[in-house]
């Protein structure tokens, strides 16, 4: 069993930055493949971005790409999300989530929510314009 717990969500204006965490307890973390998953009000979940459980490779939707960076740190069990030049569609519910890999590869990620085992609570993010 894995426990997340996302935390660093708020209000921020177009074009500013915030910084998520998600802190894992529980089984090893290295163990899995994390990932970053948001909701908006009327919409379905949607993937964000995720890395590998070394951390050598990451995946970002195409509506973040350039602007957000997933990282990870396996000692602290923690991964990141950086969002940078924030828009007001960024608006969302974001979820950290942890999805159990084979370590004998090192570059594996996943994009889909169903392939993920643990789930966070979710931390409100919300860009005014």
């Known amino acids: 069993q894995v426990q997340l717990v996302e935390s660093g969500g708020g209000l921020v204006q177009a074009g500013g930055s915030l910084s998520l965490s998600c802190a894992a307890s529980g089984r090893t973390f290295s163990m899995y493949v994390m990932g970053w998953f948001r909701q908006a009000p009327g919409k379905e979940r949607e993937f964000v971005a995720a890395?590998?459980?070394?951390?050598?490779?990451?995946d970002y939707a195409d509506s973040v790409k350039g602007r957000f960076t997933i990282s990870r740190d396996n000692a602290k069990n923690t991964v990141y999300l950086q969002m940078n030049s924030l828009k007001p569609e960024d608006t969302a519910l974001y979820f950290c989530a942890a999805a159990h890999t084979d370590t004998m590869m090192p570059m594996a990620v996943m994009s889909w929510a169903d392939e993920y085992d643990y789930w966070g609570q979710g931390t409100q993010v919300t860009v005014s314009s």
């Open positions: 890395t590998s459980w070394t951390g050598g490779r990451a």
